[in-house]
């Protein structure tokens, strides 16, 4: 009788061990991601401004979780940036936290743009806010055929860690008259550091 209880143990401690061996465990705890944005210079305009509806992570497609918003500051439901406000600088454009893992992808969708040609922003004003008052005189909005933009660069989020990625919006290639006196905006965004 004992061997049989013994043998039983062994065998319940082998399937325990090879059910843990089959199924990792997912990756514990969170970190913090920081979206931040500059600006190549755009010259045919004293103002552009874009509004951000969305910024995403996407984290490896082995690992669960999926896709991730993050959030505008104050708990906006957009962010409208003065990219002229940003070519000597950088803001931030979205923050969040995330399951730690492997991500592969940042998501954003620009919902509206416009170029303002007579008057700049402020000089006290802030380069990206939740709502931004559009300067007086002449002005073009910007034909978005396609507001999303994937970035596909790999970074890792680690358990209890920051990771700050720096994105560069190119205005000049981004930005293009069209023959009807119109313009229209394909967004080109760039990631130019990831610092962990």
């Known amino acids: 009788m004992r061997w049989i209880i013994a043998f039983s143990a062994c065998v319940a401690a082998v399937a325990s061990y090879a059910c843990g061996k089959g199924n990792p465990a997912s990756p514990s705890g969170a970190g913090n991601l920081r979206l931040m944005i500059t600006d190549s210079p755009y010259s045919d305009a004293k103002s552009v401004l874009v509004t951000f509806s969305e910024v995403s992570a996407h984290v490896s497609s082995g690992e669960s979780g999926g896709r991730t918003n993050l959030e505008f500051a104050a708990g906006a439901s957009s962010r ?55 300067p007086a005189g002449r002005s073009a909005s910007l034909v978005i055929p396609s507001g999303e933009v994937k970035l596909n660069r790999e970074f890792e989020v680690a358990d209890g860690g920051a990771t700050t990625i720096l994105l560069d919006f190119d205005g000049d290639r981004s930005i293009h008259e069209q023959g009807n006196g119109g313009f229209r905006m394909t967004p080109v965004i760039g990631v130019v550091s990831v610092v962990q």
Do not use: W
């Open 80 to 134: 409208t940036c003065d990219l002229k406000k940003l070519e000597q600088a950088q803001d931030v454009l979205g923050v969040g936290t995330l399951s730690a893992g492997h991500y592969t992808m940042i998501r954003l969708v620009v919902s509206r743009a416009g170029l303002y040609f007579d008057n700049a922003l402020p000089a006290d004003a802030p380069a990206c806010a939740a709502t931004v008052t559009p």
